[in-house]
C-alpha cells in the first residue's frame, strides 16, 4: 500500500510571488497578434487543481472566429516577414532570451503546472523546465546553421557553351498550428516552439483545455523575450472545436501534434483539405526488458522511475515490463515494495513522489482498466487504489502475469499501472515487445554489450535506452514507429518539419 498523504488544501498555496500573482490576474487571456484578448465571446473554461479541486483560474474558450483571427496574424506576421526576415542570429538572440526567462521564472512556473497538471514541483522543477529552456537554447543555436545545399546536376541537354548551376535553399513552411497534451505542458510548447521559431515560422499554440496556464505565462515571457507581434500566438479552448479548427484551416501550412493516436487519426482527416504538413507524436505502450544479467539495483529502479515519473503519464512511459524468468519474481517484489513504499500527495509538498492524474475523467479511465486486467486474469501485485476529493489519485500498480493479448498490455493506460511478464529466450521477448501497434520506445537492462545491440536492433520502436530509460536531451530525436507517429521531434532533423526547401536550377 502507498504512502498517501492526507489530501488537503493546507500548505498547498503557492510560496513565490510571480505564482500568486498570475493566479490572482483574473483576465487569463489569448495571445493573438501581439495582443491579449478574451476573444469574440464571452466563453470560459476553469482550471482546477486535479489534486483538490480547487478552483484556480478561468480562461477563454475560443471560438472558431478567435482561430480565424489568430490564424490571420500569424500569416500577416509571416508575409510582412515580421519573424522570417528578422536575421538568423537576431531570432537566436531572442530564443535564447525566451530560455533565460524560463529559467528566471522556473520556481513559478513550476508551482503553476504542478497545480494545473498535478505534478511532484520536483518534475517541473528539476525536469521538464530546465527541458523547456535547453529546448529554445538548442533551437537557438539551430537558427544560424540553416542551410542549403549546392549540387552539380549531370544534365547534359543545356545550351552549348551554359553550364547549369543549381542548389537548394530552405525557407519557413509559413503558419504553423502546435496542438499539445496535458501531460508535460511547457516541455511540449518548448519541442514545438522552438524549432518553428528557428526555422522562421509563425505560430498559433494551442494547449489541452485541462492544462492551459502555463501556455498563457509562456506567452508572456515571448513577448518580453522580443518576439514580434503574430509570431507567436496562444488560442485556448477544446480540442474538438479549436483544435479541429485549426486542422483543417486553409491558411495553416503545417499542424504539429503531440496527443492521443485516436486524435491523430482525426487530424490527419482535417488536414486532408489543404494537404497541409503534418507531424504526429502520439501514443506508446513501451516495453522495459530485462536480461537475467542486468544489473538489477539499476534495472529495477529504472524500471520503477519509467513507469511511476509523472504517475505514468508520459508518451514513452515503460509500460510493458518483460523480466527474463530467473529474476522475474525477484524484480517483482522489488518493483512492488518501490511503489507500496511511494508518497503520494499534493504536489507542491516536498514530501511527495507521485501526484493526483490530470482530471476524475482521466483517473476513471485508468481506474477501468486496472479492472479490466483483473477480469481478464492479471494478478495484483500492488496498487489499484483510487483517492483523494476527485478520486485522482491512483496507487503505483503491478499486474503481474498479464498474456500478450489482454487490454492492459495491448492499449496505452497513461498511468502509473505496470503490466508484467516473463519470458524465457531473446527471440521470445523481442517478439512479445514488438506485438504492439505502438512503436515509441523500449529500454533493454543487461550487463552484455552484443545482447543489448542485438536486441535494439531488432525492436521496432523509435527510441531504445540502453541501461536506462527516460533519458532526453534536445539533441536527442524522438518519435514514434508504427501507431506511435509521423516524423521526429528534437534533434538536428526536427527544425526541417518546419521547412520547404526549394531547388533552383540555373542555366548560366
Ligand atoms: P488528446 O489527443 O486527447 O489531446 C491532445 C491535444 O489535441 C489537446 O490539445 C486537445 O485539445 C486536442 N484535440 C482533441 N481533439 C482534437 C481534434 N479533434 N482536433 C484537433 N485537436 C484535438 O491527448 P491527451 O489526452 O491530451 O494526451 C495524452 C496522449 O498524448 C497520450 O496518448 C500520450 O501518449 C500522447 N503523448 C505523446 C507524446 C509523444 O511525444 N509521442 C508526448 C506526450 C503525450
Known sequence: MALI???????????????????????????????????????RLESI?????????????????????????????????????????????????????????????????????????????WAEIPGAAAQFRYFAGMA??????????????????????????????GVVAAITPWNSPLIMYAMKLAPALAAGCSVILKPAEETSLTAIRLGELIVEAGVPAGAVNIVTGLG????????????????????????????????????????????????????????????????????????????????????????????????AEIGGRMVLGHGLKPETEMGPLVSAQHATRVAAMIKSGLEEGASLRTGGDTFGPLETFISPTLLADVGPDMKVVR????????????????????????????????????????????????????????????MFDPSLPIGGYKQSGWGRESGQMAVENYLETKTVCAVV
Open 411 to 470: 492499449e496505452e493506460i497513461f498511468g502509473p499501472v505496470l503490466t508484467c511478464a516473463s519470458f524465457q529466450d531473446v527471440d521470445e521477448v523481442i517478439d512479445l515487445a514488438n506485438a504492439s501497434s505502438y512503436g515509441l520506445a523500449a529500454s533493454v537492462w543487461t550487463e552484455s554489450l552484443s545482447a543489448a545491440h542485438l536486441i535494439t536492433s531488432q525492436l521496432r520502436t523509435g527510441t531504445v535506452w540502453i541501461n536506462s530509460h527516460l
Open 240 to 335: 474538438e472545436e479549436v483544435g479541429a479548427a485549426l486542422a483543417r484551416h486553409p491558411d495553416v501550412d503545417k499542424v504539429a501534434f503531440t496527443g492521443s493516436t485516436e486524435t491523430g487519426r482525426a487530424i490527419l482527416d482535417a488536414a486532408k483539405g489543404n494537404l497541409k504538413k503534418v507531424t504526429l507524436e502520439l501514443g506508446g505502450k513501451s516495453p522495459v526488458i530485462l536480461l537475467n544479467d542486468a544489473n538489477l539495483d539499476l534495472a529495477v529502479a529504472g524500471a520503477a522511475n519509467a513507469i511511476f515519473f509523472n504517475a505514468g503519464q508520459v508518451c514513452v512511459a515503460g509500460s510493458r515490463l518483460y523480466a527474463q524468468d530467473a529474476i522475474y519474481d525477484y524484480v517483482l517484489d522489488r518493483l
Open 49 to 125: 487543481d486535479p489534486a483538490t479541486g480547487q478552483h484556480l483560474a478561468t480562461f477563454p474558450q475560443a471560438t472558431v472566429g478567435d482561430v480565424n483571427d489568430a490564424v490571420a496574424a500569424a500569416r500577416a506576421c509571416h508575409e510582412a516577414g515580421a519573424w522570417c526576415s528578422v536575421v538568423p542570429a537576431r531570432r537566436a538572440e531572442i530564443m535564447w532570451k525566451i530560455a533565460e526567462l524560463l529559467d528566471l521564472h522556473i520556481d513559478e512556473l513550476a508551482e503553476l503546472e504542478t497545480l494545473d497538471q498535478g505534478k511532484p514541483l520536483a518534475v517541473g522543477r
Open 5 to 43: 498523504q492526507k489530501i488537503d488544501r493546507s500548505g498547498v498555496e503557492p510560496r513565490t510571488d510571480g505564482a500568486r500573482a498570475f493566479l490572482k490576474r483574473a483576465d487569463k487571456s489569448m495571445l493573438i497578434g501581439g495582443e491579449w484578448t478574451n476573444g469574440r465571446s464571452a466563453r
Open 144 to 173: 544560424t546553421k540553416i542551410e542549403g545545399r549546392t549540387i552539380t546536376p549531370s544534365i547534359d541537354y543545356q545550351p552549348e557553351g551554359k553550364r547549369v548551376h543549381a542548389y537548394t535553399t530552405k525557407e519557413p513552411v
